[in-house]
């Protein structure tokens, strides 16, 4: 079970995606967590403390003057005995004291007394979420290090479609298992006998998709969510190197104990790293445009009554290849993906000699394998050598197994 003995102190916020933070206690029961859970008064409108304490197990804390409460683990106490501190539905309201530090209520007053990271979900309608007031509160959230999952794109409760809805809880139960595992990659002063087998080393990861502009409103995108990539930089971290992770548009939460350079194309992603290097490990995980559009138009195409535009395309940047062909600076090791839908072997092993690297995780990314924004992940590792099937496994286990076999093969630094 991944989070074996992992205690989540839970926040529920007052929003309709309340009812889906029942199948997250579920979901983070099963993985062996225990869960405290604390209901704001408007979450109580949503769904029952005795629905949410029969499946947590666990009494609902709700209210900052209880006596009783209080009498049995003081509210400081509370927002310290958990490993990580999770809200979820956060409601654009819950964001907002959190940024101004408001505590006025058992929930807001945790929040601002843990000394835990924090992992928030959020939930709103789009124009909440959209308003640049929220947007503010988010980007001061995500400067105090406050990690975000979500919110996902979709049709909300209210009938509008767009950014706001609350992830789906396996995804939050994935960005839990990242944030706990991450956590302890933070090289906390006087903690010692970690194995950090990449202490010394530098490790560049490109993770997420590419977006390749049509015009100032339209891109052209692909399905992949970073999960895979930014779970690889956190391991990286985790064994003691220096992390550099290069990321496309991305809704997952920042991984800690990385730096983090934010790009939108392909150029800017080849540019980044070309600045990110030298290295002793590059790994490509992004899922790279191969084209874009060869006139990006200066103002948004109309539609003029002139019939469909006709695009043409310009080849991109193949940032792995380029990477793998340097010749005074070449990473030790350079590994790609190789994201396949057919024939997986014959092409990846063409990928593997075309781009002249050292190891390529093979992947199916056919339309039924859920691979693309899933939590886990079939991979065989290829290099020269040797083919080496791996069972399914979460994408967080297969980048800890990547570092640990990258780690091996370099040995440690000198
Ligand atoms: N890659 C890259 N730059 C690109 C395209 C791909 O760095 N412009 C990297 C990806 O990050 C991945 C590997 O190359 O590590 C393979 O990507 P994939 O999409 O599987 O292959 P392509 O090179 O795009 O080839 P094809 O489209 O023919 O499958």
Sequence with gaps: ??????????????????????????????????????????????????????????????????????????????SRAADLVVVAPATANLLAKMAAGLADDLASTLLLATDKRTLVAPAMNLRMWLHPATQRNVATLRADGVLFCGPDDGAMAC????????????AIVAAIEAALAADTTIPLPGITGQPRPLAGRRVVVTSGPTHEPIDPVRFIANRSSGKQGH??????????????LVSGPVTIPDPPGVSLRRVETARDMLAAVD????ADIFIAAAAVA?????????????????????????????????????NHDRPALVVGFAAETEKLLDHARAKLA????????????GACTGTFGGEDNEVTILTAEETIPWPRLSKVEIATRLIALLADRLGPAS
Excluded at 159 to 170: A, D, H, I, V
Excluded at 296 to 314: C, I, S, W
């Design 354 to 365: 075309r781009k002249r690297c050292d190891l390529i995780v093979l992947n199916d990314v």
């Design 1 to 78: 079970m991944t989070l074996t003995n992992k205690r989540i102190l839970l926040v529920v916020g007052g929003g309709i995606a309340a009812y889906k933070a029942l199948d997250l206690v579920r979901r983070l029961r099963e993985r062996g967590a225990t869960v405290r859970p604390v209901m704001t008064a408007g979450a109580k409108a949503f769904v029952t403390p005795l629905s949410l304490s029969s499946l947590a197990g666990a009494e609902v804390h709700e209210d900052l003057f209880s006596l009783t409460d209080e009498a049995e683990m003081g509210h400081i106490e509370l």
């Design 275 to 278: 600045a990110a290097l030298p």
């Design 290 to 326: 191969d084209w874009r559009v060869d006139a990006v138009a200066p103002e948004k195409l109309k539609k003029n009554g002139g019939g469909a535009p006709v695009m043409t395309f310009a080849e991109n940047p193949d940032i792995l290849a380029s990477v793998a062909a340097r």
């Design 231 to 244: 779970a690889i930089a956190s391991a990286a971290a985790q064994a003691g190197a220096e992390v550099i």
């Design 159 to 170: 009938g509008e479609f767009g950014p706001g809805r609350m992830s789906e809880p396996l």
